[in-house]
């Protein structure tokens, strides 16, 4: 049996180190355009290493972990170290001063070698930051020995349940000059959580009795796997807190929230337009809205106007002689009649604009507060923050809304934003243009908190979107106070190499 193990562990092994090798290749998009010095490390206006000296790290890295050469691992990291050096100096140089690639971590990635052969080839692509998830898809990059939340650990493999590979990783790509920011998901907790039928109760809910989790098993729900919780849900607020506290301990250089919305839905389901299409009548945030009525009138029609959709006149009169000694029905933001110079109660049809206002404000300020109490609680961990979300998030369809009811415009300017600018036209143009609108919310200091993602690969066009080249050299020229840009993702940058850590089985 262990020469067996023994056996399938070179396989494995072999296999990735195939992958590395042969990929090596295919992500240096650019010679170098820098003067050549005897033992420097060579880096392009991209801050990219040269094929050479990739080479060369490579081979050290290899003798190093494969052949337990020790001094071969004194000169890999003497090599490292000098690369991190020329990536700090390019980069303080270079647009943009910082560059991030989105990074998902698997098992395997805990073989010797594996995660700095990862980090080496983002550190030789130029980055200086990497965004590595560890919370997403019902899962955590925690211990299985040391996870006290209520999600699974990434790693299950026996014998590997005291390693931390969100740790590990954040340890190993300081020397490589990379900073780490732990990428979460927010209010998509992964269809794990619905395993625990009580923990069922804390899912947002439309009028139509669906949870998040029936609605996307019907799919209706652009992704199957989302499961959103009910920001207004104070168990879900606490699962959430345990897992920030728990990533915070690991001390990346900051947190980045993902998934702050609602989920985005097919077809018609994609725009809300009417009460029952808003997550909000599960049972935390029904209590939150009925909350903001300011007398028995505002109560009782904000209730008739949740379980029916809609007011009739005999709403009104029933709120009306039930609750004689109110004026008129009030709640949060409502301004009364007489204090707008009006004699008259107001009518039916005001009364159920205002109450669709109040229910899609509702809804908003529920993602903007978790994502506020978020960021606070990572905060004072000393971590800085950051909230990911689409540009046309926040935007009115028709009479109705984009059904995630992102209002990104909204959320704290103390933590950075980053705008997932993924416009597909076939050109830069939507690119830039998603953007600006950002920048345009973000008023005259947006420039120092604004950070946008991009989607694509280096040296080519992908999935309909021009090459990382085209769209950096777009942005630059359109908004030039951006000085910070991310890439997603580095699967695409490196899909044999990543493919090959994804579907290893760690043994």
């Known amino acids: 049996m262990k020469n067996l193990r023994r056996t399938f562990l070179g396989s494995v092994k072999a296999s990735l180190l195939a992958a590395i090798a042969t990929g090596l290749g ?3 998009t650019l010679e170098a355009t820098l003067p050549r010095r005897a033992s420097a490390i060579q880096l392009n206006s991209y801050c990219q290493i040269s094929q050479a ?4 790290k490579e081979a050290l890295r290899r003798a190093a972990f494969e052949n337990n050469d020790a001094q071969a691992k004194g000169q890999y990291d003497a090599l490292v170290a000098e690369h991190a050096r020329a990536l700090a100096q390019c980069r303080a140089a270079n647009w943009p001063r910082e560059q991030a690639v989105w990074l998902r971590l698997y098992p395997c990635d805990l073989q010797p070698g594996i995660l700095e052969a990862v980090l080496d080839r983002i550190a030789n692509m130029g980055y200086n930051q990497v965004y590595a998830e560890a919370f997403y898809s019902g899962m955590v990059l925690l211990p299985k020995a040391d996870n006290p939340t209520v999600w699974p650990s990434v790693v299950q493999a026996p014998g590997y349940e005291q390693r931390d590979l969100l740790a590990e990783a954040i340890a190993k790509a300081t020397p490589r000059g990379l900073d780490t920011y732990a990428w979460m998901f927010a209010l998509n907790f992964g269809y794990t959580y619905t395993l625990n039928p009580q923990q069922r109760r804390t899912l947002a809910m439309n009028g139509r009795g669906q949870d998040t989790h029936t609605f996307a098993q019907s799919g209706l729900s652009s992704n199957a796997h989302e499961v959103f919780v009910d920001p207004y849900s104070l168990e879900a ?3 959430f807190q345990v897992v920030l506290s728990e990533v915070a301990e690991r001390r990346p250089q900051g947190i980045l929230f993902d998934y702050i919305r609602y989920p985005r839905g097919t077809g018609g389901y994609s725009v809300a337009d ?3 299409d808003l997550w909000i009548h599960g049972e935390a945030s029904r209590n939150a809205l009925l909350r903001r009525a300011t007398n028995a009138q505002g109560l009782s029609l904000i209730q008739r106007y949740l379980d029916s959709g809609q007011l009739s006149p005999n709403d009104l009169e029933a709120a009306r002689q039930a609750y004689p000694n109110d004026s008129e029905p009030l709640w949060q933001s409502r301004v009364p009649s007489d204090q707008k110079g009006n004699t008259a109660p107001a009518p039916l049809s005001t009364l159920q604009r205002e109450l669709w206002q109040l229910t899609v404000a509702h809804a908003v300020q529920g993602v903007v507060d978790y994502l506020t109490e978020a960021g ?5 961990q000393g971590l800085r923050t950051g909230a990911v979300f689409f540009p046309l998030g926040n935007q009115t369809v028709g009479n109705g809304f984009d059904s995630r009811l992102q209002y990104w415009d909204r959320f704290p300017t103390w933590m950075s934003w980053h705008p997932m600018a993924y416009g597909v036209c076939g050109h830069t143009g939507c690119i830039v243009d998603e953007i600006r609108r950002v920048l345009a919310a973000a008023g005259p200091q ?10 694509g690969a280096w040296g080519q066009s992908f999935r309909n979107r021009p090459s990382l080249e085209a769209q950096m050299q777009a942005i630059r020229q359109a908004t030039p106070q951006i000085n910070s840009v ?3 993702a580095y699967s695409w940058q490196d899909p044999e190499f990543d493919n090959s850590r994804k579907f290893c089985q760690l043994r």
């Open 446 to 455: 947006g420039a120092q908190f604004v950070k946008p993602a991009l989607a």
């Open 237 to 239: 607020r606490q699962h």
């Open 376 to 380: 606070q609680l990572a905060q004072q």
């Open 26 to 28: 295919s992500v240096m």
């Open 486 to 488: 991310s890439h997603f």
């Open 274 to 276: 009417e009460v029952a």
């Open 53 to 56: 000296d990739a080479s060369r």
